[in-house]
């Protein structure tokens, strides 16, 4: 059935044995669906990035069978490289093969390692005059600048060199070369340098960042800086340099403060946007509904999906399961199950976080048999239950009284090499005790860490603690 | 959420955290079953409750109730008999709050 995103194709359901005995389910929705989300997000508007990257061009160039053989620097040392390309350009066999792009991936490599911008720039001077033939691009240029980028100076010294390297080699500085280094700046937690390099690149039309390389700086920003900080950036680069927030850039901004639960930052954002002239889109809806899931309100959530009818923006499926995510989780399953049918008219399957979803709503409504029986639906429409949807059924036929079916259930996640979350972990053992099954409860204890479910500790501490309530309901004659 | 909540209690912690993971010197007794001068307490139920599986020394009609061998008894308070529930508060027993 439709097109999982990747995120959730994790699972290694696919094959079980014990089909037939429990049905189909998977992943937690929560995660699945709050990953799924900007996931899908990027996938959508930003098609590009990994093209521009003179990197992974190169990595595949080296594997041609008739290239020479790949090479992989593995010390920074110098006159050992410059050997090794003079032993390469001197063998006849290999020297016809040693174009540009060859020359620039032995580059790459010897930059990886390299803890010295100058060497590189060494390495491909003598690469030049040893193979004449080989002419240093953009590409060269940009390599040396991502190597720069990855430890720059307090003032940005080793960066503004290569970049006046590059200019006077003749290869004006431009758009990608300003991506290339934002990237890596912000990869390797520079944001402070970014936000310098990036005013003084956008003094030049011709090194203006475009959206993508603005949003991404904005996210990587966003990470680890306050919402003030940001704007007062965002402000900066409009006033000073006309480069103005796009929706995406919001987007970014509300996905974060929805993150915070600060619902009420992400409403004056929208009012925000909407006054520069944005309109909001199915993408920025699904992040505000997801925001109103974290704080368990279910019923804002459908009046968000009710504004984007009205405002007749399609839904996609990430709005129908975060839809569904948050009816359920606010005990409105019998309203989720209603969504289905809808979802359905408008030519959206349910997935497994769909379902996922919607067993966890059955289990807090008390129907973990109901939710059971779900997994066997979902199997047979050919939906293939993850990790996840294990847990959740799990949790739920614990809660729900329904012991055996659960320990049925576990064996089949082990039978899988399913993990337990800690949730799920936790109630189960609980339930175990209380029916005096602690040795069961020990296995599952083992199983745990053997599976790397959870970390010693983690398993442990929840085990002891579990022991520790069970002799007190004993004192009290609760449990068995 | 009981999960989550301890959770939090061991980040919130870290002294907790530590009686359980921080190796120190074991009393004589739990030495010679450990076969190590240091364990922390949870290597040493882990210790403890694979030596109760590989001896098969769980009854075999009520899996939760322990049969101790003489070496198991020498840790165990000299009990003949325990429960599995019991085990990681007779653990704990070697392990005092102030030892360092």
Redesign the interface.
């Known amino acids: 059935m439709g097109k999982l995103p990747p995120s959730l194709k994790t699972g290694k359901n696919l094959g079980l044995p014990i089909r037939s005995l429990f049905k189909n389910v998977q992943q937690s929705p929560q995660e699945s669906e709050l990953e799924s989300q900007p996931s899908s997000h990027h996938s959508h508007r930003k098609p590009k990035s990994i093209t521009r990257k003179p990197n992974t061009s190169l990595t595949t160039a080296t594997s041609h069978p008739s290239s020479p053989p790949p090479i992989n620097f593995t010390s920074p040392d110098i006159s050992a490289a410059k050997t090794l390309f003079n032993s390469l350009a001197t063998t006849t066999r290999y020297s016809s093969l040693l174009n540009n792009r060859f020359c620039n991936a032995v580059l790459q490599s010897f930059s990886s390692v390299s803890s010295n911008i100058q060497d590189s720039i060494i390495l491909l001077n003598h690469m030049t005059k040893i193979h004449p033939s080989f002419t240093p691009d953009k590409f060269s240029y940009h390599i040396l600048l991502c190597q720069s980028c990855k430890k720059p100076d307090s003032d940005l010294a080793n960066v503004n060199k290569t970049l006046n390297l590059m200019a006077s080699k003749g290869f004006e500085p431009d758009k990608v070369t300003t991506d290339v280094a934002i990237r890596t700046l912000c990869s390797t937690g520079h944001e402070e340098h970014a936000i310098e390099l990036i005013k003084k690149l956008s003094q030049v039309q011709f090194t203006k960042p475009d959206t993508y390389t603005y949003n991404f700086l904005v996210k990587g920003l966003i990470k680890t800086r306050t919402l003030s900080s940001v704007s007062v950036f965002i402000n900066e680069m409009k006033e000073g340099f006309d480069v103005k927030p796009d929706l995406v850039t919001y987007t970014i901004l509300i996905d974060n403060v929805c993150n915070g639960k600060n619902l009420r930052e992400a409403m004056r954002l929208l009012d925000v946007l909407k006054e520069e002239g944005f309109k909001p889109d199915c993408y920025l809806y699904n992040t505000i509904m997801k925001g109103y899931c974290m704080l368990s309100h279910g019923g804002d959530v459908l009046r968000v999906y009710k504004k984007m009818i009205e405002e007749e923006i399609q839904p996609d499926l990430v709005t129908y399961n975060t839809l569904i995510y948050g009816l359920s989780k606010s005990g409105k399953v019998k309203e989720a199950i209603k969504f289905l049918n809808e979802m359905a008219k408008m030519g959206h399957f349910p997935d497994v976080v769909t379902y996922t979803s919607l067993m966890n709503g059955l289990c807090r409504d008390g129907n973990a048999l109901g939710a059971l029986e779900l997994l066997g639906e979902m199997e047979t429409k050919g939906c293939n239950p993850n990790e996840c949807t294990y847990n959740t059924l799990l949790h739920g036929l614990c809660k729900g009284r329904h012991l055996d079916k659960g320990v049925e259930l576990y064996g089949v996640m082990k039978e899988g090499d399913m993990k337990l979350e800690?949730?799920s972990?936790?109630?189960f053992l609980?339930t175990l005790?209380r029916n005096?099954?602690?040795?069961?409860a020990?296995e599952v204890f083992?199983y745990a860490i053997e599976s790397n479910s959870l970390t010693?500790?983690?398993a442990?501490?929840?085990?002891?603690?579990t022991?520790k309530w069970?002799?007190k309901a004993k004192e009290q004659g609760l449990a068995v | 959420m009981l999960p989550q909540r301890m959770k939090k209690g061991i980040m919130d912690n870290p002294k907790k955290l530590a009686t359980l993971i921080d190796l120190v010197n074991l009393p004589s007794t739990l030495r010679e079953f450990v076969g190590q001068s240091q364990s922390s307490r949870l290597g040493c139920f882990r210790r403890v409750w694979s030596y109760i599986k590989d001896n098969n020394l769980q009854d075999p009609k009520n899996k939760n109730i322990v049969h101790c061998d003489e070496k198991l008894k020498s840790i165990l308070l000299g009990k003949t008999q325990v429960e599995l529930e019991e085990l990681p508060m007779l653990i704990k027993l070697h392990f005092p709050k102030n030892q360092k």
């Open positions: 800690s949730g972990y936790g109630t609980r005790c005096g099954r602690v040795a069961e020990y083992d010693e500790v983690a442990y501490t929840t085990l002891e603690s022991l069970l002799k």
